[in-house]
């Protein structure tokens, strides 16, 4: 359920609301689940998303690197979560996006 209230403000767009919550919820995951939990995981790709979203690939860029590398490492190359990590990553790095860092 937290999970669809934040995607919910992903896709409504109020940015300094899905901002905190995102923020919020890896806080929380990283204290109560741990830095390699999967939701923990998933948390701070749903924070790089809304980044990338916001048209903050570079920071976008910071959080997804580390998740892919902590999916590379709890669940294989092979995995789809790993797949889809390396894929989001492959799209933001891509010169031909057309979205530029812009605040928020």
């Known amino acids: 359920m937290l999970y669809r209230a934040g995607a919910s ?11 905190t ?4 919820m890896v806080a929380d ?3 109560l689940l741990g830095s390699e939990h999967p939701h923990t995981l998933t948390a701070r790709a749903s924070l ?4 990338r979203q916001a048209g903050r ?7 997804e690197e580390p998740v892919l590398t902590e999916y590379e490492r709890l669940l294989g ?7 889809s990590a390396r894929d989001v990553l492959s799209r933001w790095r891509s010169a ?3 979205l530029g860092e812009s605040p928020l």
Do not use: K, M, Q, V
Not at 57 to 63: G, L
């Open 9 to 19: 403000l992903l896709n409504a767009h109020p940015h300094s609301a899905s901002s």
């Open 21 to 24: 919550y995102w923020e919020h």
């Open 29 to 31: 995951c990283e204290r």
């Open 48 to 51: 790089a998303a809304f980044y």
């Open 57 to 63: 690939t570079n920071e976008a860029i910071e959080i």
């Open 77 to 83: 190359n092979e995995h789809p979560d790993t797949h």
């Open 96 to 98: 031909g996006d057309g």
